[in-house]
């Protein structure tokens, strides 16, 4: 079977409801505007550290492969995904993510020394390092720390070293604790994401109907609304439901996605997401 599954049979050039990050099919809604403008202020203001967070499938990575497709050639960036770890472990990771080699037996401080070496050698050549953490939520306080350790290799007025946090809303809490003041200093620019609304998500569902190569109304509008209702405007969820329901209408040779189908998907409980509310675990 192929790939793209149900494309075809709705004229599509491929499947517009994929799971997988896509700087592609980004919908540019009036916060995800918001949240990359933050992205590139940071990056650009030489901010030590910028925070962008949210809930899960809100669309943070995909922000970031966004970034990262207009990084030009006097950025060298480091991303690392999913580090966990304290003293030492993290550095390990930001040292791997700039193509550093690791040495066996080779202490805390003559890696942080290396390190510092490096950037120092970056700067002199005209290119400033970006180490972004994704799902930074992971991070213990002790590893936090560390990182907010990193950004004192910075000197006078010289950034030589930027750090890009992103995570869930508890990595916002976490920093925002009392015990976290030093650090939370650093934060120059900082941005949440929240779901999309009704609105938003039907503009959304078209969006990326029609960069599939549709006309955005292979999803009736009322299906979106419900799409809506039942994922609370998160973009992950949506694309998922959406997904199956245009597998369910493709299986019943319809050509339009409407609200009944839509129903059956929920009602025959393959919409793994059903039924999440804000504060539950995805």
């Known amino acids: ?11 599509l050039s491929k499947r517009p409801f994929t ?3 896509d700087p592609e099919f980004l919908f540019w809604s009036p916060q995800h505007r918001r949240a990359f403008a933050v992205l590139e202020f940071g990056v650009m203001s030489r901010a030590p550290i910028t925070l962008i967070t949210g809930a899960v499938g809100a ?24 580090a966990q770890g304290d003293r030492g472990e993290l550095l390990q990771w930001a040292m791997n ?27 002199a050549a005209g290119r400033r390092v970006v180490l972004i953490f994704d799902e930074a939520q992971n991070l213990s306080k002790r590893g936090l720390e560390e990182l907010r ?42 941005f949440h994401l929240e779901a999309l609304d009704q609105e938003s998500t039907v503009e959304c569902i078209a969006h990326r109907l029609k960069l599939a190569g549709g006309t955005g109304g292979e999803i009736a509008p009322e299906a979106a609304a419900l799409v ?11 694309n998922q439901l959406c997904d199956l329901a245009m597998l369910y209408a493709w299986s019943d040779n319809q050509t339009v996605v409407t609200k009944q189908v839509v129903q059956r998907v929920l009602d025959d409980g393959v919409f793994f997401g059903g039924g999440v509310r804000e504060g539950e675990t995805i």
């Open 1 to 11: 079977m192929s790939q793209d599954m149900y494309a075809g049979f709705f004229g």
């Open 19 to 21: 799971l997988v990050p």
């Open 59 to 82: 669309g943070k990575t995909t922000l970031l492969h966004s970034l990262l497709s207009r990084i030009t050639s006097e950025l060298r960036v480091g991303l690392i995904s999913n």
């Open 97 to 123: 993510s700039l193509g550093m080699e690791l040495r066996d037996g080779e202490s805390y401080v003559q890696m942080f020394n290396r390190l510092q070496e490096q950037l120092v050698a970056d700067y």
């Open 149 to 190: 350790m990193f950004t004192n290799i910075n000197s006078n007025q010289d950034e030589l070293v930027q750090l890009i946090l992103v995570g869930q809303p508890e990595l916002r809490d976490l920093i925002r604790s009392p015990d976290m003041r030093q650090l939370a200093q650093r934060v120059a620019a900082n």
């Open 228 to 238: 809506f209702e039942a994922t609370e405007g998160v973009p992950r969820l949506i």
